[in-house]
Antibody, heavy 119, light 109 residues
Framework: EVQLVESGGGLVQPGGSLRLSCAAS????????MHWVRQVPGKGLVWVSR????????NYADSVTGRFTISRDNAKNTLYLQMNSLRAEDTAVYYC????????????WGQGSPVTVSS | QTVVTQEPSFSVSPGGTVTLTCGLS?????????PSWYQQTPGQAPRTLIY???TRFSGVPDRFSGSMLGNKAALTITGAQADDEADYYC?????????FGGGTRLTVL
């Protein structure tokens, strides 16, 4: 069974940093594209970033480019999102997703990790 | 800036059929965007229903179906049930990422 478990969220001050992790199990992690998607409470889903299976290719939403970095450790079956220069508008639940095999289509979702940026 | 459009809300009677759509503010949705659909109930993570226009995800009942309707993607729920009451999001896969629609809140009453 595919399992994605996010961790690392919490309360951080504006301008601060946080690193989210997503521990994957139940599948061969190194074979799949992965994404981060976020959701402000009460609002819609917003794509944040994606990374290919070996970590050599990454893409970001304009709103986080230059501040967030997606990465992965295939030996540890873990996806990361390093978030720097955090702003109040980055407050959201962050979901880790796994793609359908051979595609970039997000299919399996974690339960999410809440991030609050506030002084 | 192009945005993905969805009906903000919809209602359906139990046992009824409803079709939700997913369009673009500028241009047409095609299968090349691999339109996909997700369901989210309050307090829960999204759940994948349909991907690449019409492929039903594992474990999804066949009363959920995807299609193209003119220049939009569509999600049809046939024989709506009370637990289909949820938010439904479509997403389009673009060259360097993906873009979600604003979601449709479906009420079953």
């Amino acid at each position: 069974e595919v399992q994605l478990v996010e961790s690392g969220g919490g309360l951080v001050q504006p301008g601060g940093s946080l690193r989210l992790s997503c521990a994957a199990s139940g599948f061969t992690f190194s074979n799949y594209w992965m994404h981060w998607v976020r959701q402000v409470p009460g609002k819609g889903l917003v794509w944040v970033s994606r990374i290919n299976s070996d970590g050599s290719s990454t893409n970001y939403a304009d709103s986080v480019t230059g501040r967030f970095t997606i990465s992965r450790d295939n030996a540890k079956n873990t996806l990361y999102l390093q978030m720097n220069s955090l702003r109040a508008e980055d407050t959201a639940v962050y979901y880790c997703t796994r793609s359908v095999q051979w595609t970039t289509i997000a299919a399996h979702w974690g339960q999410g990790s809440p991030v609050t940026v506030s002084s | 800036q192009t945005v993905v459009t969805q009906e903000p809300s919809f209602s359906v009677s139990p046992g009824g059929t409803v079709t939700l759509t997913c369009g673009l503010s500028s241009g047409s949705v095609t299968t090349n965007f691999h339109p996909s659909w997700y369901q989210q109930t309050p307090g829960q993570a999204p759940r994948t229903l349909i991907y690449s226009t019409k492929t039903r995800f594992s474990g999804v009942p066949d009363r959920f179906s995807g299609s193209m309707l003119g220049n939009k993607a569509a999600l049809t729920i046939t024989g709506a049930q009370a637990d289909d009451e949820a938010d439904y999001y479509c997403v389009l896969y673009m060259g360097n990422g993906m873009m979600f629609g604003g979601g449709t809140r479906l009420t079953v009453l």
